[in-house]
Nanobody, 131 residues
Framework: HVQLVESGGGSVQAGESLKLSCSAS?????????????MGWFRQAPGKEREGVAT???????SYADSVKGRFNISKDDAKNTLYLIMSSLKPEDTAMYYC?????????????????????WGQGTQVTVS
């Protein structure tokens, strides 16, 4: 059973940066390969639906929500089974609980940003507060 654990959240001032990490474990490496997983970051603000932020498959194929393009960068370190989200020029509207998600099917991209049900595995979330 795949487990995802996020870290790196916190409280920052507008304009500052944060780096989130998501460590994956528990998958059967004989049947699946983390490097082929579609991984994503989602966020949910109080009273709002969960929304996609960014997805990545491999180390170079990425998709971003329009609201974060040019400010956020998603990346993976397949050797460490770790997903990252570097958030720059943070705004108060970026305040939310940020979740890491994964699907072992390598299909990935913009459509998956709007389809939370397509992701099999979820972390518990890490809070980001921008004031």
């Amino acid at each position: 059973h795949v487990q995802l654990v996020e870290s790196g959240g916190g409280s920052v001032q507008a304009g500052e940066s944060l780096k989130l990490s998501c460590s994956a474990s528990g998958y059967d490496s004989s049947n699946s390969n983390y490097s082929t997983f579609c991984m994503g970051w989602f966020r949910q603000a109080p009273g709002k639906e969960r929304e996609g932020v960014a997805t990545i498959v491999g180390t170079k194929i990425t998709s971003y929500a329009d609201s974060v393009k040019g400010r956020f960068n998603i990346s993976k370190d397949d050797a460490k089974n770790t997903l990252y989200l570097i958030m720059s020029s943070l705004k108060p509207e970026d305040t939310a609980m940020y979740y890491c998600a994964g699907r072992t099917d390598g299909n990935c991209g913009v459509w998956y940003l709007t389809t939370t049900s397509a992701f099999q595995y979820w972390g518990q979330g890490t809070q980001v507060t921008v004031s």
